[in-house]
């Protein structure tokens, strides 16, 4: 079955510095990938998205490449900000119904 | 609120009790999702409707576990005899037109449970 894995956490930063939290996955065929973020006291929502191969989908400064044929989805952001301290979560679908696989999450957590 | 709402917030129980968790979703979203959030865990598939088809219970971990969704709109999550292990946050999602298939799921704050 499909399966995504993730760094484990907590990654702590300080601000501006640069960050990657690692993520691969086990699927067959072309799954779409995505990264969530939940923010303390609130709800998983949609970061980036990738639906195929050589895509790269950013939002708010993160950017993630979808690399086939290293089947990874790493995350990357040039310069952190506190307000980026979140558990962040790498998933993958094919898009039957939406039914998402999700990673274990990493806990990012960034100093002033 | 706009939002997917879940309740309640927060539930402590002793073994061997039922609980009921309950979820509201997204006016208009024909898809429902349960996850479980276990501590230091992934996300835990466990149950999925869409519009009036069969429920995918595939990921429901015992028969102790059960799930409706009434009217294509709320739905309660029910968790008989309770475990210790049952113990974790449980997250409720919704999305539109999961046809189209783009991923994105709308997550209420999610439900902890705590067995004693």
């Known amino acids: 079955g499909d399966s995504v894995t993730q760094m484990e956490g907590p990654v702590t930063l300080s601000e501006e510095a640069f960050l990657t939290i690692n993520c691969t996955y086990t699927?067959?065929?072309?799954?779409?990938l995505f990264w969530y973020v939940q923010y303390p006291g609130e709800g998983l929502q949609l970061l980036l998205k990738?639906?195929?191969?050589?895509d790269k989908g950013s939002n708010k400064g993160f950017e993630a490449t979808y690399r086939k044929e290293t089947t990874s989805f790493h995350l990357e952001k040039g310069s952190v900000q506190v307000s980026d301290s979140a558990v962040y979560f790498c998933a993958l679908t094919h898009n039957a119904g939406n039914m998402l696989t999700f990673g274990g999450g990493t806990r990012l957590m960034v100093k002033p | 609120g706009a939002g997917v709402s879940q309740s309640p917030s927060n539930k402590v129980t002793e073994k061997g009790k039922d609980v009921e968790l309950r979820c509201d979703p997204i006016s208009g979203h024909t898809a429902l999702y349960w996850y479980r959030q276990s501590l230091g865990q992934g996300l835990e598939f466990l149950i999925y409707?869409?519009?009036?088809?069969?429920?995918?219970k595939s990921g429901l971990p015992s028969d102790r576990f059960s799930a409706e969704r009434t009217g294509g709109s709320v739905s309660t999550l029910t968790i008989q005899r309770t475990q210790q292990e049952d113990s974790a946050v449980y997250l409720c999602?919704?999305?539109?037109?999961?046809?189209?298939?783009?991923?994105?799921?709308?997550f209420g704050e999610g439900s902890r449970l705590t067995v004693l």
């Open positions: 990738a639906t195929k191969a050589d």
């Open positions: 699927a067959t065929g072309y799954p779409s």
């Open positions: 999602a919704s999305s539109f037109m999961p046809g189209i298939g783009t991923g994105e799921l709308f």
């Open positions: 409707f869409q519009g009036n088809s069969a429920p995918d």
